[in-house]
């Protein structure tokens, strides 16, 4: 029974707050005149889930990872120079930061080239090797935040830059979030918790480039 409640209580953890029923809801009043109170629209770039681990979660209109696996953005970072934002929610096993279109989502992140994270237990890691170890840890609640300029990736804590750049990333990458052992992350593309960095932007689609 232990483990069945601990199963509830993570999945009513992870849908507790979100909106992730709000757009199905507003499809069925087909018009924006009878949207319910407090429905929010789906931003352009949300967590793709056409792609994710098999057993990875997404709630929250895209939003918020639970459950076990990896997932990316729906969108590759196009322009030159991009910033997003990753919230611990609830402690667990967890790491975020880019991808390659060849990362395997069902397995933990940092351990090829296809991804470059910074992890639950303070690492930034890239190729199965710890690039950097924070003396300050990662805590529940905690934001993380994320330049890339196609030079280097650049981790933030609370908005203080960490001095802890991955380089040599090429091709397409897109933002990437893993959760296991009960971690549950919110990634935060627009509406940022953090000053952006000067000369980056929020990550825009294809579309808005165009």
Sequence with gaps: MSF??????????????????????AKQNNSSN?????????????????TMGQEAVVVKNGSRLC???????????SQSKAYWEVQ??????????????????????GNDQHSWVIDWESNIKSRNEVEYTLEQPVQEGDIIGFTYDHVELNFYLNGNNLNCPILGIKGTVF???YVDDGAILDVIFEKFRYPIPSGFDR???EKVLL
Excluded at 67 to 77: D, K
């Design 67 to 77: 459950g076990t696996g990896s997932v990316r953005s729906s969108t590759p970072i």
């Design 4 to 25: 069945i409640g601990s199963c509830f209580s993570s999945i009513v953890d992870c849908f507790n707050g979100g909106d992730w029923n709000m757009s199905s809801v």
């Design 203 to 205: 990550i825009m689609v």
């Design 88 to 109: 611990v929610q609830q402690s667990g096993q967890w790491s975020c930061g880019l991808c390659t279109p060849s990362c395997d989502l069902n397995k933990s992140l």
């Design 34 to 50: 009878h949207l319910p109170s407090g429905y929010q629209p789906i931003p352009d770039v949300i967590l793709d889930t056409t």
């Design 175 to 177: 933002p990437v979030l």
